[in-house]
């Protein structure tokens, strides 16, 4: 790799929490591969991270000099059979990812008066926002309202992250999902000076407790389950979060040069460095999986085709299903 520049495909767009995750491994990731290449970062949003998955897969030399960083969605789209998905999750090399887990919860304005559950489902078209249709943030909110039953919700789309905060505090919307450590990053008051309503969390891995004092006690959205299937709709969409976002290399890339790269980001999740870095940058906390890890993550991924069809109405545009 001397001489050589390692371009790193990034499946968001620049400034926001993914690309700042990329930014805090590019030092480390160069320390580390034998040779020391320069490290560029190449950014390719758009179709809900389909766009960068689908280059990477077909249009790139499989010759160890780009690597992709996916979105959540990776995986999720390949399971869910989505339209425009041309890569195969079994088929790529997988380098691991520094995030694997968090916590999402579901929260409304304090002016809305939804202050308990039987308030939140007596409650009827209460305005839910998100960024797009199929964003990890519109599908979390989607789970929480068909699990908690909310009357005939409506789904407000088309906000940046930033947008969707100013949306809520302005009255624009009613609630929305957020990811927890994101959001205490950016708006700790809101759980500090209670100024929002929390109704749940969903803990990713299951039973992984969160430390704040305003969520210790929500109840996980596996509470709101009422069956089997409910219950796998609620698994699957934790190995989904779980499965992070994915550090990747195409098919075929030469064995040699896929073990230097594996190596480099193992010694990476391991440095002390990094996980200070990835705070600094990201207001979060790194919990990498090591690339075996996650390569096994991926084929234990729960298939079961009943559920990845009920799963596709809550990621979709159309109105919930029935329960």
């Known amino acids: 790799f001397q001489g050589k520049t390692v371009t790193i495909v ?13 930014k805090a491994l590019v030092p480390f990731l160069q320390k580390y591969i034998p040779g020391n290449p320069t490290i560029v970062m190449q950014y390719m949003d ?8 689908n280059h990477l897969y077909k249009s790139v030399r499989p010759d160890g000099l780009t690597i992709g960083r996916m979105s959540t969605p990776f995986v999720m789209h390949s399971i869910l059979g989505e339209s425009g998905v041309l890569y195969d999750i079994d088929k790529v090399i997988y380098l691991g990812t520094s995030y694997s887990g968090g916590y999402h919860v579901f929260l409304t304005r304090k002016e809305v008066g939804l202050d308990s ?9 209460m ?7 199929g964003h990890l943030i519109y599908i979390s909110g989607r789970m929480f309202t068909y699990l908690i039953g909310l009357k005939q919700p409506k789904f407000v789309t088309g906000y940046g992250s930033r947008e969707l905060d100013i949306a809520l505090e302005k009255g624009e919307i009613d609630g929305r999902s957020t990811v927890a ?3 205490l990053h950016e708006n700790r008051e809101w759980a500090d000076k209670g100024l929002m309503d929390f109704h749940g969390i969903i803990e990713i ?14 109840p996980d959205i596996e509470t709101f389950a009422r069956s089997d299937m409910d219950r796998k709709l609620v698994a699957m969409y934790r190995t989904f979060v779980g499965s992070g976002n994915p550090f990747i290399l195409p ?11 594996q190596e480099a980001m193992r010694k990476t999740y391991r440095d002390p460095e990094f996980f200070k870095e990835y705070t600094k940058l990201t207001g979060l906390k790194a919990e990498p999986q090591m690339p075996e890890e996650l390569e096994q993550t ?22 919930l299903p029935q329960r």
Do not use: C, N, W, Y
């Open 205 to 218: 891995p299951k039973g992984r407790k969160h430390t704040h004092p305003r969520f210790a006690k929500l």
């Open 298 to 319: 991926i084929k234990d991924m729960p298939r079961d085709r009943e559920a990845v069809e009920l799963f596709k109405k809550l990621t979709g545009p159309d109105p």
């Open 46 to 53: 758009g179709g809900g991270g389909r766009k960068a998955a």
């Open 127 to 133: 305005r839910i926002g998100s960024q797009s249709v």
């Open 181 to 183: 450590d994101s959001m």
């Open 10 to 22: 990034e499946s968001s767009a620049a400034g926001g929490v993914g690309d700042m995750r990329t």
């Open 251 to 261: 098919p075929g890339t030469p064995k040699e040069r896929v073990d230097v790269l």
């Open 117 to 125: 559950p039987e308030k939140l489902r007596a409650a009827s078209g």
